[in-house]
């Protein structure tokens, strides 16, 4: 089963594991996480690598990464190296198949668009001060955004979102007025 947000089909990360494993059946399979800290961010790097009917040793492989900054949304304020984790898994996942329409999961898009819909963004200057969090897109990977994107997204968005991710956010909050 498929979220549907505005159009899109989002699965959440439960959802795609749990075909991932029904798939697989009795084959190996191996998913690795790997979170850094850095500051304030925690950035996952999750590895899947699963064998193939017929053959032996693993076979496929997907790679997904995500980043979470301490206390950028409510979650984040307990759980930022969950959320990142989580997200890292999904969006491996999504890479060997198992998404709805989108990479992005549900829970990712769920998330984005509570932090949009009227918790407060972190105080600025309360985290992070001293060392900023690489300059990457929570939402897709986007790297290397410009200083001025990053800036006007944690103020706005309270996360790090490429102008892409930005114009997501942006159209679900006006289709929920609308
Ligand atoms: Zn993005």
């Given at each position: 089963?498929t979220v549907?947000i505005?159009g899109?089909?989002y ?5 795609r594991?749990a075909?991932f494993?029904?798939d ?5 399979f191996e998913?690795?996480t790997?979170?850094?800290l850095i500051g304030?961010?925690a ?10 009917k ?8 997907a790679t997904?990464?995500?980043f ?5 949304t409510?979650?984040?304020?307990t759980?930022?190296i ?7 898994v999904g969006?491996?996942l999504a890479?060997?198949?198992?998404a ?7 829970d990712?898009?769920?998330?984005a668009i ?9 105080q600025?200057?309360t985290f992070?001060?001293d060392?900023?969090c690489?300059?990457v ?13 990053v800036?006007?997204s944690?103020?706005t ?5 490429c ?13 929920k007025r609308?």
């Amino acid at each position: 089963m498929t979220v549907n947000i505005h159009g899109k089909e989002y699965k959440t990360v439960a959802e795609r594991l749990a075909e991932f494993k029904k798939d697989l059946g009795e084959l190996p399979f191996e998913i690795i996480t790997e979170v850094q800290l850095i500051g304030d961010c925690a950035l996952a790097k999750t590895t899947i690598r699963h064998a193939v009917k017929g053959s032996s040793g693993f076979l496929k492989a997907a790679t997904g990464h995500a980043f979470e900054k301490f206390g950028s949304t409510t979650i984040n304020k307990t759980s930022h190296i969950e959320v990142a984790e989580t997200s890292a898994v999904g969006r491996a996942l999504a890479f060997l198949g198992y998404a709805g329409t989108e990479i992005a999961s549900a829970d990712e898009v769920a998330q984005a668009i509570s932090q949009q819909g009227g918790t407060a963004p972190a105080q600025a200057g309360t985290f992070g001060q001293d060392i900023e969090c690489p300059a990457v897109c929570a939402a897709c990977g986007l790297k290397d955004l410009d200083k001025s994107v990053v800036d006007f997204s944690n103020r706005t968005f309270g996360r790090t979102l490429c102008r892409k991710c930005q114009d997501i956010v942006r159209n679900d909050k006006a289709g929920k007025r609308g």
